[in-house]
């Protein structure tokens, strides 16, 4: 009888050795994929100093690589907000970082282009992908600078602080958001 026991422990080693070999090389569900992407363009009804509506235009684009590092870019026009010259606000961003969270992406990238010399930081932004068809459906939030201090420079990386809620979201007007994890 007391090689029962001896073989029962045997075999729930072996299987509790099993089970750490699993777990340890199981894909992590939050892990990168090498294939993450997120694009889109559109825009939205935002009011200009005089009160009318005017089209805020987005459109961006990213993908993470293979080895984990992302590329893009994003280029904003906003003519319901003027820079000290009187010129519609126009900003181009090159973006170096993305998280996913189901069909919600944040983004984080540096200023590559501006005619606001005062807004010249880290930017960061969010994008929500509703479905087919966009328009009416899908989100972007606005975008938000590191800090409003010429003499520090934000890291477009803590985009992968962010949280769900972090970014006011508004809904587009026309367009298309596509999220792929």
Known sequence: MKTKPIKFLALASLLAVF???VIAVAPDSQAQSGKESANGHGTLLALNGDGDSVRRQFSFSARRSADGS???????????FTNENGQKYQLQIDI??????????????????TNDP?????????VQDNGEPGRDRDKISRVFFFDDDPNTTGDPQLCQGNVLGDF??????????????
């Open 118 to 126: 005062n807004l010249v930081d880290a930017v960061y932004f969010s």
């Open 19 to 21: 089970a750490v070999a």
């Open 70 to 80: 992302v590329k893009g870019n994003a280029v904003l026009h906003n003519p319901a």
């Open 96 to 113: 170096s970082c993305m998280k996913l969270i189901g069909n919600v992406a944040f983004f984080g990238g540096t200023t590559r282009r």
């Open 168 to 181: 006011p979201l508004e809904t587009i007007e026309s367009g298309n958001i596509q999220v792929r994890p």
